[in-house]
């Protein structure tokens, strides 16, 4: 999953950033609003920390804009993250269209558990657990198993796999899968997305994902 972080206390943004990556997140920052309207622009997300006290704006707006369609995704999940914990605030933000509304300080075990119930919402016929064929996995739990048995997988090799079994049969292209599970520091011409599938057919079995050539990958739904 990628996550968008709109933080301006640096330290904070920065303690996000690594705790969310070391967690199997692909997570990208932003300073301030505009910045964030620019990355959601280019990028696709699915969730947003949203802080309501920006440099040149408010998270409020940016939440009504994202609602309106104005930025990024309509359904992206957008979780607010203030100091300002008033009942009015936490009334207003949820109004504007947030999912969620956690007042600082709050402790990195809390959020990440209120971000896991968030991207179980199914939003875009997505759930927390995925089934294809004899292939399951756990979106919650962070987990895979292969015919009951476990596998051990990195982050990357995870992430690919969760956005290659929500389209099972469909061709993902390489850029496609670069934009959903790495970061904005991602260099869009490095073999990364090629190794990972590589190392990930390996652990599934051969016949698991299908290079179509020119096109991308596929899932296969069967017959592996």
């Given amino acids: 999953m990628r996550l968008l972080v ?5 330290d904070l943004a920065e303690g996000l950033r690594v705790g969310l990556t070391r967690t199997g997140y692909a997570v ?3 300073v301030d609003a505009t910045e964030a309207y620019d990355r959601l622009t280019v990028n696709e997300y699915d969730l947003m920390l949203l802080d309501v006290n920006l440099p040149d704006g408010d998270g409020f707006e940016l939440c ?3 609602r309106a369609g104005e930025a990024g995704n309509g359904d992206l999940r957008v979780l607010m993250l203030t100091a300002r914990g008033g009942l009015d605030d936490r009334v ?11 007042v600082k300080p709050f402790h990195l075990a809390e959020l990440q558990a209120r971000i896991r119930a968030l991207l179980r919402r199914d939003t875009n016929g997505t759930t927390a657990r995925l089934v294809v064929g004899e292939l399951v996995l756990d979106t919650a ?3 895979v198993a292969l015919r009951g048995k476990a596998l051990n997988l990195t982050n990357k090799e995870f992430g690919v796999l969760e956005y290659l079994m929500t389209r099972p049969g469909h061709v993902v292209s390489s850029e496609e899968l670069l934009e959903h599970v790495w970061d904005a520091n991602a260099d869009p011409f490095t073999q990364t997305v090629r190794v990972t599938v590589g190392t990930l057919r390996r652990k599934l079995g051969e016949g ?13 739904e069967e017959g592996w």
Wanted: proline share 0%.
């Fill in 6 to 10: 709109v933080e301006d206390e640096e």
């Fill in 28 to 30: 990208d920052v932003a």
């Fill in 64 to 66: 009504r804009s994202v």
């Fill in 92 to 102: 207003r933000g949820l109004d504007e269209g947030a999912d969620d509304y956690l």
């Fill in 141 to 143: 739990r962070h987990t």
């Fill in 208 to 220: 698991s994902i299908e290079t179509v050539v020119g096109r991308g990958y596929r899932l296969r």
